[in-house]
T-cell receptor
């Protein structure tokens, strides 16, 4: 599958814990975007990386951080987890840093108990 | 404030009827608008973007800067159009803002 992949599919953890979500972009795509989708907030843009560097920032909490590695995969780190962090986290990729079409991954469902 | 609104959470239309999914935005700069669609058990995917002025799967959308709208239209709805539709705005700083989405149900 040459599309965007995300691991794990599901993650259940407790409040106060820290988790790492992983995303591999489509082959050839240099940009990675992270989104959070919750029932009450909808789809929220968190952050974008382009070729290893932060490109744009959205509503990302200070407890959250991300990075993009030399092989272009990206990780989203969520720490001091709260119940309200339970959501679907999507990763998307695109060819360029200003390219319009984003290709989405299947998402990681995070449940904080 | 930068914002995208989609006033209808749910929209039901009969097969063959026209459909219009509303999208309004608030942005002081020059916007780039998109429509994304998520079919059941599939990934979110781009449907169309205003700059290309194309028609995809019979859908069109025109950017109306005066009314700050980017409504999605199709003259004759098909059952396979049933899905979740999201309007999105990309700002000049590359932030992407999605609307809350509209669930379209086409009744056979």
């Amino acid at each position: 599958d040459s599309g965007v992949t995300q691991t794990p599919k599901h993650l259940i953890t407790a409040t106060g814990q820290r988790v790492t979500l992983r995303c591999s972009p489509r082959s050839g795509d240099l940009s990675v975007y992270w989104y959070q989708q919750s029932l009450d907030q909808g789809l929220q843009f968190l952050i974008q990386y382009y070729n290893g560097e932060e490109r744009a920032k959205g509503n990302i909490l200070e407890r959250f951080s991300a990075q993009q590695f030399p092989d272009l995969h990206s990780e989203l780190n969520l720490s001091s987890l709260e119940l309200g962090d339970s959501a679907l986290y999507f990763c998307a990729s695109s060819v360029g840093d200003r390219t319009h079409e984003q290709f989405f991954g299947p998402g990681t469902r995070l449940t904080v108990l | 404030a930068q914002r995208v609104t989609q006033p209808e959470k749910l929209l039901s239309v009969f097969k063959g009827a026209p459909v219009e999914l509303k999208c309004n935005y608030s942005y002081s700069g020059s916007p780039e608008l998109f429509w994304y669609v998520q079919y059941s058990r599939q990934r979110l995917q781009l449907l169309l973007r205003h700059i290309s002025r194309e028609s995809i799967k019979g859908f069109t959308a025109d950017l109306n800067k005066g009314e700050t709208s980017f409504h999605l239209k199709k003259p004759f709805a098909q059952e396979e159009d049933s899905a979740m539709y999201y309007c999105a705005l990309k700002t000049s700083y590359d932030k992407v803002i999605f609307g809350p989405g509209t669930s379209l149900s086409v009744i056979p």
